[in-house]
């Protein structure tokens, strides 16, 4: 598993900088359950992200199987329609 993939994926960028966002709000709240609650939704959108990049690959396997398996099926009805 390389980090790399993970730092170039716009998502996660966006979701790291969604931090300042993060940080310039929070300066302002007071101390209580709600800043809390603004930085785990933060950490929820970055982790998230994080997880559509890890399955990615699996995403692009499933796709590439589903297209031989179409292919398959139209072979197969391509040769019962010839054997017809």
């Known amino acids: 598993m390389s980090i790399g993939k993970y730092l ?3 998502g ?3 979701a790291l900088l969604g931090a300042l966002g993060t940080v310039r709000q929070t300066q302002a709240m007071p ?12 950490a929820a959108g970055l982790a998230l992200a994080v997880a559509g ?3 990615q690959a699996e995403d692009e396997q499933y796709e590439a199987e589903l297209k031989e398996f179409d292919r398959e099926q ?3 009805s391509k040769a019962a329609r ?3």
């Open 8 to 10: 170039t994926n716009i």
């Open 12 to 14: 996660v960028i966006g």
């Open 74 to 76: 139209k072979a197969a």
């Open 53 to 55: 990049v890890a399955k």
């Open 31 to 42: 101390k209580d359950w709600r800043r809390c609650i603004v930085w785990v939704v933060w």
């Open 82 to 84: 010839r054997a017809k």
